[in-house]
């Protein structure tokens, strides 16, 4: 069975009167969403895939775009990849 | 337990392993050929690689249990693993790490910060939270993996964690697969897929989608007292708002984590080697998507394994896990899946987790070796080299033997710990290193300074859960906490120290002399 100690990592104590009677008024009211009866469940449901979409969204609206200085930037990188694969060497024998 | 079937599925994995490690190896064996294959990594290779490092068995196997016991008002961590892990820290974080950590040519995230303040202090001071910290997130990475081992090999968890240490230590000192995407790639690959099979399967085998969802919400008068007492009110329900489990789920889970993600260092160190901004706008799509298959499902089965054992066994998850929520999800899906996905699904949490651990130990021993030795000594080479290797082996052996000290149900807890310091240490002093050219020197060590006292000094007097087993405040104040009145013993650190380090942050660069128009021109060039 459930041991005395939990997550809090300490041991539980007698139910309070107003956490078992808010639990019930919490329970009550509302719609249901997908079997779900607290809103703000089932909003962060929606919401967790909603932000998803946004990611898929920003990632093909952008898919091309700052890409224009690469020329540059390859220039650059080169210098630094070399410098950083110098100081792996030194630092982890690598 | 089928050990025919265990040893080809190994086999066939480090078989795919070796073929993709050798492909790699091919397309990059010089600097030059390195940088080519860099720039034609296809972003859905570079955004899984991200993931495969950024999840690890903590999340899964101790963040899934814990839904099982807290249920789905864990979805709130996943909504800021998507916006703020993902979005945020590519679009708004990643892109400016990346140019400005060139421009400083960083290697560690403390050498960004120091370089960027122009202070040692910084550098060797964030080393030293770093290697103080970390063991207890590295140690539960270790915990996670040898608990699924545990339960699928049936095995001792004891052994397990001996196996899989020994396994760890000869991967870190062979010298890990750094580099090689493609390695993490599969992983990547079959973790999604696999976590989509699992969800499917989960709500196929309840019934369906709503069904399933209004079992679990019916299943609410299966709450145990103990846990309504502290405000449970049931897997489809916010925890009672001020309640004890509210303010755990909500200040420690959600928003320890949540946030704390941003100022990683291991994570923020990935930015500076990205080759383009253009990857990270491809790696948010893909990452947004992979991260939802992640959390999104282990916290939706973890939660859901509740109307699953009660239906096949008639008790909680909880129950069956016998109050370990570390146990919960390797349980469930060595009940609920057939045996060859089990193997296949604890091969892959198992790379993973060495791929997470791999870059946890090499990042406490840069710490000691770069950031504190060398910063401190100012030599370079040599000495700390050899330090830089003792701090590896040195962190192993305190993360296993962490892993055999530490109670149950310490998965989470352990992460968020970890992640609640790096988010008050490092994230007032990082925003403002990125955004702010009026943060100065003294500023950003006031606020790093702040974040990481105040936060000690929580969980050292405030903070229930760790103030009573560390029993400092036991024995230099005669009581368990500082503050006994509710809600205090049970609001996690970040809530305090975070706000606190950004004030202190803001006010004491506002009465410095900012740095130099030429320090702040070379940190910002190519900044748009």
Known sequence: ????????????????????????????????????????????????????????????????????????????????EVEEEEMQKKELGQ | MDLLLLNVMILIYLLATLYLGYRAWRETKDSEGYLVAGRKTHPYIMAMS???TFISTSAIVGFGGTAGLFGMGLLWLTFLNIFVGIFLAFVVYGKRTRKIGHNLHAMTFPEFMGRRFDSKFIQWFSGLVIFLGMPLYASVVLIGAARFMETTLEINFDVALLIYSVIIAAYVIWGGLRGVMYTDAMQGTIMFVGMIFLLIMTYTHLGGITPAHQALTDMVNLVPKSLAAQGHAGWTAMPVFGSAWWWTLISTIVMGVGIGVLAMPQLVVRFMTVKSNRELNRGVLIGGIFILAMTGVAFMVGALS???????????????????????????????????????????????????????FHSQGSAIGRDIYETLSGKKGGGSIMLTRAGILVAVIIAVTLGYILPENIIARGTAIFFGLCAAAFLPM??????????????????LITGTLVTVFWYLFIHKA????????????????LITQMPWPVVDPIIVALPLAVVVTVIVSLMTKPPSDDHLDECFRGVR
Not at chain 1, 1 to 18: D, E, R, V
Not at chain 1, 33 to 50: A, K, R
Not at chain 2, 466 to 481: F, I, N, Q, T
């Open chain 2, 466 to 481: 760790e103030a009573v087993p560390l029993g400092v405040a036991k024995m230099l104040l005669g009581r368990d906490v």
């Open chain 1, 1 to 80: 069975m459930l041991h005395a100690t939990t997550l809090h990592g300490h041991p539980t104590k007698k139910t309070p009167g107003w956490c078992a009677k808010a639990a019930r008024e919490q329970q009550q009211a509302g719609v249901s969403v997908l079997g779900i009866d607290d809103p703000v469940i089932w909003g962060v449901y929606l919401l967790c895939i909603f932000s998803a979409l946004l990611c898929v969204i920003y990632g093909i609206v952008n898919w091309n775009r700052e890409g224009e200085l690469e020329a540059v930037e390859i220039q650059e990188e080169a210098v630094w």
């Open chain 2, 430 to 447: 990082y925003t403002s290193a990125l955004y702010w050219r009026g943060a100065t020197k003294a500023g950003a060590i006031a606020g």
């Open chain 2, 306 to 360: 509740n109307v699953f054992f009660y239906q096949t066994q008639g008790n909680i998850s909880v129950n069956i896990a016998n109050g370990n929520a570390d146990s919960i999800i390797p349980i469930y899906i060595n009940a609920a899946t057939p045996e060859w996905f089990v193997y296949l699904f604890m091969l892959t949490l198992l790379a993973a987790a060495m791929s997470t651990s791999s870059s946890q």
């Open chain 2, 50 to 52: 991200y993931g495969a």
